[in-house]
């Protein structure tokens, strides 16, 4: 509501570092694609995620591109390998 009402002067950002493998999460990865959705849809690019993701394999990389694409600009998905 507060974003629709644009009274917002400032912009968060929100940072998820993670490898990819789930461990005991409470909610689906179709769970997470509507909570995303929703927030790129209500918030846009007022609050931006950031999926930082180390070492991911390919599916791991894929479901959060996936989470990360519903968002629009309100996720973004940037993946690391390890370095020696």
Known sequence: VIA??????HKFIHIVLTDGADNR?????TDA???FM???RELGDICTTFFI???LGYTEKAQLQSIANLAG???EL???QDVQ
């Open 38 to 40: 929703q927030l790129g």
């Open 78 to 80: 940037y993946n690391c």
């Open 4 to 9: 629709r009402l644009g009274v917002i002067e």
């Open 25 to 29: 999460s409470n909610c689906t990865l």
């Open 53 to 55: 993701g180390v070492g």
């Open 33 to 35: 694609q509507r909570i």
């Open 73 to 75: 600009d309100a996720a």
